[in-house]
C-alpha cells in the first residue's frame, strides 16, 4: 500500500507543478462539486463548465480521467476540462473512486452514474444528449472504450449492472491502454497495478477483461491519438485493428517534435504546449464532423 501513496505523491507533485504554469481558460461558466451518487465524499462529485455567451443547447463531453485507475482526481483535470469547453461544448469533468479502496468494474458503474446524472439535468445546463461523447486517456480511454463496447454489445452488456442512459455518439481516446486488463507491464515495477485494479488474485481468463474481441461496428466513432515518447503508444495498434476489423470510423494520429522523443504520455494535458494545442483542436474538430455527419 505504501507503493501507492508515494506514486500518488510525486506524480500528483508534478501534475500540480505543470498545472501552476498554465493560465486558467477564459470565457467559461463553472458549476463546481455537484453530487452524482450517493457516498464516497469527494468522489461522487462532479464540474460542470459551460462556454460563456452561447445560447441553446450544446454538445456534451465526458472528461474521464486516467491515472491508472488508482490516482488521478477533476482537479487535476480542471484546466484542460475548460481548454475544451472553450472550444464550444459543454464539458463534465467527475471524481470516481480510486483502486484499491474500490475495484473493477466499479468505475465503469460510476461512469454510468455520471452519464445517469447528466440525463437528469440536462434541460438545467443545456446538454444536447443526442451529441454525447467520452474523452479519456490513459485508464480513462481503457474506461471509455470498455463502456462504449459493453452499450453496443448487450451480450457482453450482461457481465455488468449498466444502465446505458445515453447512447454515446463519438470517443476522444489518448495516450489510451487497450489490451486485455491484467496483461504483464514491460516493467515488473508496474505489474501492482493489477492487484491493485483487479484484486490480488484475479483470474487472467476472466472474459470481461478483453475489450476488444467484443468489439462490433455499433462502436462510435473515434479519434485517437498519442505521442511519440508516450510508453504505450504501442497499445494503439491493438485499438486501430479493432476498428478496422469493424469497420468503425475513426482517426489515428501520432504527434511528433521536429527534436523528437518530447511528447510524452498524456502529454495534452499541457494546454498551452503547442503540439497539445493542436491534438485538442482536431479532436474537437473530429466531434464536430461527427456531429454535422460527416465523419
Excluded at 455567451?53 to 490516482?71: A, Q
Excluded at 481548454?83 to 465503469?108: E, H, M, S, T
Excluded at 462490433?216 to 479493432?242: C, Q, W
Aim: net charge positive.
Amino acid at each position: 500500500m505504501f507503493k501507492v501513496w508515494m506514486v500518488r505523491h510525486y506524480v500528483r507533485k508534478n501534475d500540480l507543478k505543470r498545472n501552476a504554469q498554465i493560465p486558467e481558460p477564459a470565457g467559461v461558466i463553472s458549476y463546481r462539486n455537484l453530487r452524482y451518487a450517493k457516498g464516497y465524499g469527494k468522489w461522487h462529485k462532479l464540474d460542470i463548465y459551460l462556454p460563456e455567451g452561447i445560447k441553446g443547447e450544446l454538445p456534451l463531453l465526458v472528461v474521464v480521467h486516467g491515472g491508472g485507475w488508482m490516482y488521478g482526481d477533476k482537479e487535476i483535470y480542471h484546466l484542460y476540462a475548460k481548454d475544451l469547453c472553450r472550444r464550444g461544448f459543454a464539458v463534465i469533468c467527475y471524481n470516481y473512486v480510486l483502486a484499491p479502496r474500490k475495484k473493477f468494474p466499479f468505475q465503469l458503474q460510476e461512469l454510468d452514474e455520471v452519464l445517469v446524472c447528466a440525463k437528469n439535468h440536462a434541460k438545467q445546463y443545456g446538454f444536447d444528449l443526442t451529441k454525447t461523447f467520452l474523452v479519456g486517456d490513459s485508464a480513462g480511454a481503457q474506461l471509455s472504450v470498455q463502456y462504449g463496447v459493453a452499450q453496443n454489445n448487450p451480450d457482453y452488456a450482461k457481465a455488468f449492472s449498466l444502465q446505458f442512459p445515453i447512447q454515446i455518439c463519438g470517443m476522444g481516446l489518448n495516450c489510451g491502454t487497450y489490451v486485455p486488463l491484467g496483461t504483464p507491464y514491460k516493467e515488473e515495477n508496474e505489474n501492482f497495478i493489477w492487484s491493485l485494479y483487479l484484486g490480488k488474485h484475479f483470474d487472467p481468463k476472466d472474459p470481461r477483461y478483453d475489450v476488444l474481441t467484443p468489439m462490433n461496428s455499433h462502436f462510435p466513432p473515434s479519434y485517437v491519438f498519442t505521442g511519440e515518447a508516450d510508453f504505450i503508444k504501442d497499445h494503439n495498434a491493438y485499438l486501430v485493428a479493432a476498428f478496422k476489423k469493424n469497420n468503425i470510423p475513426y482517426i489515428f494520429k501520432e504527434y511528433k517534435t521536429k527534436e523528437g522523443g518530447k511528447l510524452q504520455h498524456v502529454f495534452h494535458e499541457n494546454i498551452t504546449e503547442p503540439n497539445a494545442v493542436l491534438a485538442n483542436d482536431e479532436e474537437c474538430a473530429f466531434f464536430r464532423k461527427v456531429i454535422s455527419g460527416n465523419c
